[in-house]
Structures are given as C-alpha cells and as structure tokens.
C-alpha cells in the first residue's frame, strides 16, 4: 500500500522561496518515478516536474525551468520541491503524484500515467 503525503503548505511574498516535501511510504518500487503537478483554480493541472532517480532522470516544466528543481532523497524515501522567485501565478494546489514505470518526454507531465497521489497542499504567492 502506497501512501504519498505532501508537506510545506505556505503563503509566501512574491520573490521568495518555498520547499515542498512528499513523504513517500509503501513499496518503494512502486513510486520509481515521481512528480510534481499543479492544479491553479480555473486552469487544468500541469506537470511541473519529474524525477526517475534511478535512471537519474529529471523534467521541468517551461513555466518553471531554472525557478523549480525537483529531488530525492531515497534515505528518506522523500520528493523535494525547491522552488524559487515565487510569482503569483505559481500559486496553485501542487500535488505529487508516484509511478512503477518508466517515463519519457512525452509522459512525464501527464498525470494519467502516475498511479498513486498524494492528497495535495496549496501555495499561495502574493
């Protein structure tokens, strides 16, 4: 049974940073690849980023490329999201989301193929 709960909920000014955690438990083969998707109210939700750690893999996002990064630390069994130079349009309800298989630059930001979520955790930039 695979569980995935996001942590770092905050209000920030514009400009500033914020990091997201995603506590991951369960198998961990079973989260093999992970990502960070964003869901703003109005707007569908986007792949922000994307990490096969094994593969040493990782995808951004245009909107968020050199502003996010996206990290893992398998001792803690934990998904990272750095992100930087906060705007108010990155205010959004950001959710991770883990996955057994492998995937490409076509798949990585689709949250159809990510079978296991976490429950999400707002941010909000002004």
């Known amino acids: 049974h695979v569980q995935l709960v996001e942590s770092g909920r905050g209000s920030v000014q514009a400009g500033g940073p914020l990091r997201l955690s995603c506590q991951v438990s369960?198998?961990?083969?079973?989260?093999?690849?992970m990502g960070w998707f964003r869901r703003a109210p109005g707007k569908e939700r986007e792949g922000v980023a994307a990490?096969?750690?094994?593969?040493?893999?990782?995808w951004y996002a245009d909107s968020v490329k050199g502003q996010f990064t996206v990290s893992r630390d398998t001792a803690e069994n934990t998904l990272y999201l750095h992100m930087t130079t906060l705007k108010p349009e990155d205010s959004a309800m950001y959710y991770c989301a883990g996955d057994p298989r492998r995937k490409t630059d076509d798949s990585w930001h689709d949250g159809f193929w990510y079978m296991f979520w976490g429950q999400g955790t707002q941010v909000t930039v002004s």
């Open positions: 990490a096969c750690t094994a593969e040493g893999r990782t």
């Open positions: 369960g198998d961990a083969y079973s989260t093999y690849c």
